[in-house]
């Protein structure tokens, strides 16, 4: 696909890697729409394009509320004069250990069934929601490229503390691959991307202890810039032989 030309949404670019996801289409001359909740942070965003070669536009939405994707999906392809791009990327953390013995009382904390239900739904349900909506909307139009780029994450394959984000990010490359396959007929690709430690506002908000442990962790022993993961995204749109595969960034974390 020609970046150049490209009309986007990006859901959960109000900040962080859908943020610099947003800009870095809009520079390449794209048009974006960023989706997310945070309506000041959004429209930082859009002051971001202002100078850029392709134009970002604002919309409120929630990813996990059904009548909320629908409408984006249509608001989308009226104000960008059409559509062709898809990157799930919004997500939420609700971190826990499943159970855990209090070691005064003996008392046991679990993971609630808001925690993994609230991760599931923006998570998981958020871009399957968005996939269903964007590939109707492909096939009605007669769209004959289109692409749908997952943000998934290393923690696909489980990470102590996150039950309910591991599932999510895990349940996303399965229907990355199952998609794939059943849209191909359609001209629509699906990729995934799966960061490691990024640079990102709520990764800094870490405790720096806990930081330094997981940075020692990686390989290359430093974070990742969301423009190193942005470079992958980019890949995914524009090769028009890549569908159903899965591109890890992590520093090598996963080896």
Known sequence: MDISAARAIVTGGASGMGRCFAIELARAGGHVAVVDLDDAKMEEVVAAG???????????????DEADVTRVIEEVHEKLDGLDTLVNNAGIFRDGLLVKPDK???AIK???????????????????LCTREFAAKMITTGTKKSC???ISSIARHGNVGQSNY??????????????????????IRVGAIAPGFVDTPILRAMRPEVLEAAV?????????????????????????????????????LSL
């Not at 202002?50 to 409120?60: F, V």
């Not at 995204?233 to 890890?248: A, N």
């Open 50 to 64: 202002t100078d850029l070669p392709g134009r970002i536009i604002a919309i409120r939405a929630n990813v996990s």
């Open 104 to 106: 005064q009382t003996g």
């Open 110 to 128: 679990k993971m609630s069934l808001e925690q993994w239900n609230s991760v599931l739904a923006v998570d998981l349900t958020g871009p399957f």
């Open 148 to 150: 749908i780029v997952n």
């Open 166 to 187: 591991s599932a999510a990010k895990a349940g996303l490359i399965a229907d990355t691959r199952l998609w794939a396959v059943e849209l191909a007929r359609y001209g």
């Open 216 to 252: 020692a962790q990686v390989p290359l022993r430093r974070l990742a810039t969301p423009e190193e993961v942005w470079l992958a995204v980019r890949f995914v749109i524009e090769c028009d032989y890549f569908t159903g595969r899965c591109v890890d960034v992590d520093g090598g």
